[in-house]
Nanobody, 121 residues
Framework: QVQLVESGGGLVQPGGSLRLSCAAS????????MGWYRQAPDKQRDLVAS???????NYADSVKGRFTISRDNAKNTVYLQMYSLNAEDTAVYFC???????????????WGQGTQVTVSS
């Protein structure tokens, strides 16, 4: 089993920045892609950004140029640096990893418990 633990959320003023971190632990055999999703109240969970093991990235149009995703494969950790935050970025941010829990297990999606990001003055 793979556990994902997020940190770094909180309250920030419009125009401010935050950095989210997510560390994978447990029975981790291989982690393929990692990413961040977010869910605002009464909205569906949407992709924010993802990154492959090789470093290829993908961003939602709404965050391009403002957010940067990165990962440290040695630490099984993914980061999301967020700049120029606005009220529309307010949501619960979930870490995702597509990984094998063991050598013989098929890869599957794992999720963190989420961290709240609130952008407000």
């Amino acid at each position: 089993q793979v556990q994902l633990v997020e940190s770094g959320g909180g309250l920030v003023q419009p125009g401010g920045s935050l950095r989210l971190s997510c560390a994978a632990s447990g029975s981790v055999s291989s982690i393929y892609s990692m990413g961040w999703y977010r869910q605002a109240p009464d909205k569906q969970r949407d992709l924010v950004a993802s990154i492959t093991r090789g470093g290829s990235t993908n961003y939602a149009d709404s965050v391009k140029g403002r957010f940067t995703i990165s990962r440290d494969n040695a630490k099984n950790t993914v980061y999301l640096q967020m700049y120029s935050l606005n009220a529309e970025d307010t949501a619960v941010y979930f870490c995702n990893a597509y990984a094998r829990g063991s050598h013989y297990a098929p890869p599957t999606d794992y999720w963190g418990q989420g961290t709240q990001v609130t952008v407000s003055s």
